[in-house]
């Protein structure tokens, strides 16, 4: 679930968050330690727990979770040799609303069931719009849930189907649930890959000698080494074996809507997503803002990293030198864990530094991926003004976040958002810039390939976070007291 959160670190407060990462291989010898690999290249998507299961004959199932980084919990060979196996999945994740923003051991995947059939077990990536509705209704009916997590509801929902398989049970579950979801999942000899219908969350497939890998993103692929095939589609599940991959199609056929920030900030650069370069599509992004909000200036600079490709880009377009005019300290990690209110204070400063030599009596664009809370943009700027820069230019490569997600990102309630509550030349003045500009709805579909922008009646896209157009209406949010958008908005 996807609102409300305090945050999962404290420095790191102003952004969208992704929830989840899976990844899940098959065929291969010491499947954990792909899994392994997988997950420490999508640790970006969440940094808070991981889990990993595997299968042996020998053993059964074999399972392992852990609070914190991939790197910490699955590198040591004591912990690797207790989940042997030829078949794995895993699972990486930030805290939920369940939770109350402090993952418990209780709610980390992959989650496991034990079926007439057999065992499997599941790893989700994305949020169940309508998991409050269907957890009342199973615990009405006699379900016993473990977790607080809405990923549970698939693992109940199956083990009430009659059907006769586990990807049968599989798909007669996930018939019932709406909302985003991009699952791996494994039985003692199949891995089991699917996408919710509209494809809003990514998930790939890749190939390794004999055997096969799925995961949220190609960049997990590369580490291991494993050949890119292709994307799983919207609304397919792939059963596979050590013997090959099938295809099905459980769901009514929809248009698809991938979740556009994917591009913007929350895959990899060196990903490919959608058939398309994630880096490169940031770089156009950077051109199309150049071409919107262009202005004089004489530097430009990211707020590093996840502005550095659109801020090239932005430098190409209008000829203004790019700089690194911040640094970023490499070594922040999770470093202080537990900081002091004195530490806390000096937020930002403890990850960013200004480059004074280089901005001192400059005008500088600042390029950054977006604008959330605000809290950070302001306090860049702070430092940036402080080491003497004669103009600050914020150019935003993303529209106004003004709406929360639903489908599997931590976003604060929308009056947290600075773009709900105040319009751009509010906000401008509330960051206390000489101008401030967001890339256009219809820029940004420019930039990931639809030339003629948004198509307001078939979006090819969810946008939802920019627009308020939810493709999937927030089920359980609504009745909780969710306004959607008005007519009027
Ligand atoms: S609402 Fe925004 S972040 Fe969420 S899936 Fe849609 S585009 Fe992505």
């Known amino acids: 679930m996807s609102t409300q959160m305090p945050p999962a670190h404290p420095f790191d407060d102003d952004k969208l968050r992704e929830e989840c990462g899976v990844f899940g291989v098959v065929g291969v010898t010491d499947a954990s330690n792909f899994v392994a690999l997988g997950l420490h290249a999508l640790q970006h998507r969440g940094q808070e727990a991981g889990g990993i299961v595997t299968h042996a004959p020998e053993t059964g199932f074999n399972q392992q979770r852990r609070m914190g980084l991939v790197r910490d919990n699955f590198t040591s060979s004591s912990m690797m040799e207790t989940l042997p196996g ?43 719009t309508n998991a409050l509705s269907l957890r009342r209704e199973l615990i009405e009916r006699g379900s016993i849930f473990q977790s607080s997590s809405d990923s ?21 579950a996930l018939r019932k649930v709406e909302g985003a979801f991009s699952i791996v999942a494994m039985t003692r000899t199949k891995l089991i890959g699917c996408r919710d219908p509209l494809g809003v969350r990514p998930l790939v497939l890749g190939k390794i000698g004999d055997g096969w890998a799925l995961a949220s ?10 050949e890119f095939v292709r994307e799983i589609k919207p609304g397919e599940m792939v059963v596979i074996t050590e013997k090959g991959v099938s295809s099905h199609y459980p769901f009514r056929p929809a248009r698809s809507r991938f979740c556009i920030f994917e591009h913007v900030y929350f895959s990899r650069p060196d990903s490919i997503q959608g058939g398309r370069s994630v880096y490169e599509t ?8 150049a071409k919107e909000a262009p202005v004089e200036a004489d530097l430009v600079c990211p707020v590093p990293d996840s502005g550095t490709p659109a801020a090239i880009g932005y ?7 790019y700089a690194m005019g911040i640094i970023r300290n490499q ?8 900081p002091t209110e004195s530490i806390r ?15 001192k009596g400059k005008r500088v664009i600042l390029v950054d991926d977006s604008v959330v809370r605000g809290t950070t943009s302001r306090k860049i700027k702070e430092m940036i003004l402080d080491a003497g820069a004669a103009e600050v230019h914020f150019r935003i490569a993303s529209p106004p976040t003004a709406w929360p997600c639903f489908y599997g990102v931590d976003t604060p309630q929308r009056e947290k958002l600075l773009a709900a509550t105040m319009s751009e030349e509010e906000m401008r003045a509330h960051l206390g810039v000489d101008s ?11 930039a990931v390939g639809e030339a003629e922008g948004r198509d307001p009646k078939a979006p090819a896209y969810c946008d939802a976070c920019f627009s308020g157009e939810y493709p999937v209406a927030p089920s359980d949010m609504i009745e909780q007291g969710f306004e959607a958008k008005t007519a009027a908005e």
């Open 436 to 446: 401030l500009k967001f890339i256009s709805l219809d820029g940004l579909y420019r």
């Open 331 to 338: 070594y922040m990690g999770r470093t202080f864990i537990e």
């Open 315 to 321: 430098s190409l377009q209008s000829g203004i030198p």
């Open 282 to 289: 940031r770089e156009n992004i950077g051109r199309e803002l």
């Open 345 to 359: 204070n000096m937020g930002v400063r403890l990850k960013l530094n200004v480059n004074r030599a280089l901005i």
């Open 217 to 226: 993103e190609t960049c997990a692929l590369d580490i291991i080494g494993a």
């Open 152 to 172: 549970e509801c698939i693992i109940h929902l199956m083990a009430r189907s009659m059907g006769r398989t586990i990807p049968d049970r599989m798909e007669e």
């Open 86 to 128: 030829t078949i794995g999945i895993g699972h990486v994740r930030y805290s939920t609303a369940g939770s109350k923003g402090q993952t418990a051991m209780r709610d980390v995947q992959p989650f496991f069931g034990e079926f007439s059939m057999g065992g499997a077990a599941i790893a989700h990536n994305g949020n169940i």
